[in-house]
C-alpha cells in the first residue's frame, strides 16, 4: 500500500478510500478487523465472559456458539452494532469517513457514499459518536484555556419572524458549551452546561484540570474565583486585550471555530437535544488527531465497546428541541 501523509499532519499516515477499499474487500475482512479490535485476547462470549467457544451456522446473524451459556453470539453483541443489520464493511467504511472528514459527515452524505437510507445513516452517525462516551478522562496539567461558546439558532435558519424576536439578543436562543484545551498535550474536553456561571464554570475547570495548573481565560467574571485554586490569568477581550505574554485562549477558541464550520456547513442545525454528542466527537477526533488513519479507526470501533444506543432511546423526547436530522 502507498504511504502518504494524513490531511493536516506530517507526521501521520493517511489512507485512501481506494485503499481502504482494497484491505476491507468483503465482509469476512471487515468482521475480522473488529474482532482483533473487540477481542484483543482472542475471542469471548460478550454475554458471560467464558472463552471456551466455538465457530458454529451462522443463525440469525450469529456466528459463534458459547459453551459456557450455551448461547449465540457475534462481535457486534455487548457494542453500540449489537442488532444493526448494517454489514460489517459498511460500518467500517462509515467510520472511515467520519475520521477523516475534518469538519465531520452528514446523514445526507453518509447515505449516499454507503448506499443506506438516510434515516440509518443518522442512527449509524449517532451510534459511531458513543464510541467517545462521557468517561472521565485524565486531567489536564496545564498550561490550560479554558472558554465557552454558544451554539444553535442560525438565523439564516430561522422564519423571519423568529429572527425578529431575537434581535440584539445575544445568546438567548442558543445552547451552551464549556470548553478547555491543554496547551502540553494538545488535548480538549468540551460539553454542554446548562449555563455560563461561575458555580458552572468553575466546576467544569475543576473537573478537567488539575489543581495549582496555570488556566488562562477571557475576562468573564464567572472564572474569577478560580485562585487561588489555580494560577488564573485573563486576557481583556473587552479593551481590545486578545494576548498578553502566555495569556491567550486562541487554542480553544480554535476548536470553537471547527465546530462552528461544520455547525454552519455541514450539519445546519445542531439541535439541543443532540448536541453534547456532536461536542463530544469533535472532542474525541481532535484528541486522536495525530494518529494514523487505521488507528483512529481503531480507537473508535475499540470505543464502541460496552455502549448501546437503540433507536428510541435517540429519538425519545428529553424536553430538548431535536431539530432535522442532519
Known amino acids: 500500500m502507498e504511504k502518504h501523509r494524513g490531511p493536516g499532519k506530517a507526521n501521520r499516515e493517511g489512507i485512501s478510500i481506494l485503499e481502504l477499499s482494497t484491505l476491507f474487500p468483503d465482509e469476512d475482512t471487515a468482521a475480522a478487523w473488529f474482532e482483533a479490535l473487540v477481542w484483543p485476547d482472542g475471542r469471548q462470549c460478550p454475554r458471560c465472559g ?8 451462522a443463525t440469525a446473524g450469529l456466528p459463534y456458539h458459547c459453551r459456557g451459556c450455551g448461547k449465540g453470539f457475534s462481535v457486534r453483541i455487548g457494542t453500540a452494532l449489537e442488532r444493526s443489520k448494517v454489514p460489517l464493511r459498511k460500518w467500517v467504511f462509515a467510520i472511515y469517513l467520519e475520521m477523516t472528514s475534518l469538519k465531520g459527515v452528514s446523514s445526507m ?15 449509524m452517525l449517532h451510534r459511531i459518536r458513543e464510541a467517545w462516551g462521557e468517561e472521565q478522562q485524565e ?13 444553535g439558532g442560525l438565523r439564516a435558519n430561522m422564519h423571519k419572524d423568529r429572527r425578529r424576536e431575537l434581535t440584539g439578543r445575544g445568546t438567548v436562543g442558543k445552547t451552551a458549551v464549556a470548553g478547555m484545551k491543554d496547551r502540553n498535550t494538545n488535548r480538549v ?3 454542554v452546561v446548562p449555563a455560563t456561571d461561575g458555580e458552572t464554570l ?14 488562562y481565560t477571557d475576562e468573564h467574571r464567572a472564572y474569577a474565583g478560580l485562585s487561588p485554586d489555580y494560577n488564573h490569568e485573563a486576557v481583556q477581550h473587552s479593551v481590545g486585550e486578545y494576548v498578553r505574554g502566555q495569556a491567550h485562549t486562541q487554542g480553544i477558541e480554535s476548536f470553537w471555530s471547527m465546530l462552528k464550520r461544520a455547525h454552519k456547513g455541514v450539519y445546519h442545525k445542531l439541535s439541543p ?19 494514523d ?16 444506543l437503540m433507536y428510541r432511546q435517540l429519538i425519545a423526547d428529553n424536553g430538548l428541541d431535536s431539530g432535522a436530522r442532519s
Not at 109 to 123: E, M, P, S, Y
Not at 273 to 291: I, S, T
Open 293 to 308: 488513519t487505521l488507528d483512529q479507526m481503531a480507537t473508535v470501533a475499540v470505543g464502541l465497546v460496552g455502549k448501546r
Open 139 to 151: 486531567a489536564f496539567s496545564g498550561p490550560v484555556e479554558a472558554d465557552e461558546a454558544y451554539f
Open 109 to 123: 452524505k453518509l447515505h449516499r457514499d454507503i448506499g443506506v437510507t438516510q434515516k440509518t445513516a443518522w442512527f
Open 189 to 191: 474536553a468540551a460539553q
Open 202 to 215: 468553575q466546576a467544569f475547570v475543576r473537573d478537567h484540570a488539575e489543581a495549582e495548573a496555570v488556566v
Open 50 to 57: 467464558c472463552t471456551d467457544t466455538r465457530e458454529t451456522a
Open 273 to 291: 437535544k443532540h448536541l453534547d454528542r456532536y461536542v463530544r466527537e469533535f472532542a474525541g477526533r481532535h484528541n486522536v488527531r495525530g494518529l
